[in-house]
């Protein structure tokens, strides 16, 4: 099993930025890819962008590039998600996710809201 737990989610005005934080716990070993997904209220869940376990690939959605950052610290077992010139569509709830032998994990979410 792997556990996830994002952090820093908030209210932010738009051109705004954020910086979401996600850790990993339990069997971390073996994790391939680790990625953030994000889904607005009567949408359906989508990539926002994703990093391999070295950290040596990156994918965003199109929507996303230039605007937002993926990385990973394995030292500290996190993935980071620097999100800048935020814009009001983008608020949604945000999910951390891994991959790990052929399974997907989630954490439970983070909110985000881009607001004035």
């Known amino acids: 099993q792997v556990q996830l737990v994002e952090s820093g989610g908030g209210l932010v005005q738009p051109g705004g930025s954020l910086r979401l934080s996600c850790v990993a716990s339990?069997?971390?070993?073996?994790?391939?890819?680790m990625g953030w997904y994000r889904q607005a209220p009567g949408k359906q869940r989508e990539l926002v962008a994703q990093?391999?376990?070295?950290?040596?690939?990156?994918t965003y959605a199109d929507s996303v590039k230039g605007r937002f950052t993926i990385s990973r610290d394995n030292a500290k077992n996190t993935v980071y998600l620097q999100m800048n010139s935020l814009k009001p569509e983008y608020t949604a709830d945000y999910y951390c996710?891994?991959?790990?032998?052929?399974?997907?994990?989630w954490g439970k979410g983070t909110l985000v809201t881009v607001s004035s």
């Open positions: 339990g069997r971390i070993l073996s994790i391939s890819a």
């Open positions: 996710n891994a991959r790990r032998c052929g399974m997907a994990y």
């Open positions: 990093i391999t376990s070295r950290g040596d690939t990156t």
